[in-house]
Nanobody, 123 residues
Framework: QVQLVDSGGGLVQAGGSLRLSCAASGRTFSSYAMGWFRQAPGKEREFIAAISWSGSSTRYADSVKGRFTISRDNAKNALYLQMNTLQPEDPAVYYC????????????????WGQGTQVTVSS
């Protein structure tokens, strides 16, 4: 089992940047594929980015490709999401996610969730 704590959200102007972090407990973090999802009010939770257990493979939603970068540091049990050029459609609660199996590109593949961190973009 792994416990996830998200942080790094906040208020940023359109065009600005934020870096989200996810701290994982337990000694098995490196065995999990990880991902980031977001949920805006009234919308379903959607996939944003994912990374394999080794960090060698990544996936991105088309809406964030080229702007967001997912990374991980297995030595620190940490997952990151660097978000650049934030746009008015990016505000949401962002959740980190852990999957025992395949890279989590959908919610059904997720085994554990963080509590979420709010991202707000001002125009």
């Amino acid at each position: 089992q792994v416990q996830l704590v998200d942080s790094g959200g906040g208020l940023v102007q359109a065009g600005g940047s934020l870096r989200l972090s996810c701290a994982a407990s337990g000694r098995t973090f490196s065995s999990y594929a990880m991902g980031w999802f977001r949920q805006a009010p009234g919308k379903e939770r959607e996939f944003i980015a994912a990374i394999s257990w080794s960090g060698s493979s990544t996936r991105y939603a088309d809406s964030v490709k080229g702007r967001f970068t997912i990374s991980r540091d297995n030595a620190k049990n940490a997952l990151y999401l660097q978000m650049n050029t934030l746009q008015p459609e990016d505000p949401a609660v962002y959740y980190c996610a852990a999957a025992k199996g395949a890279i989590p590109t959908s919610t059904v593949r997720v085994d554990y969730w963080g509590q979420g961190t709010q991202v707000t973009v001002s125009s």
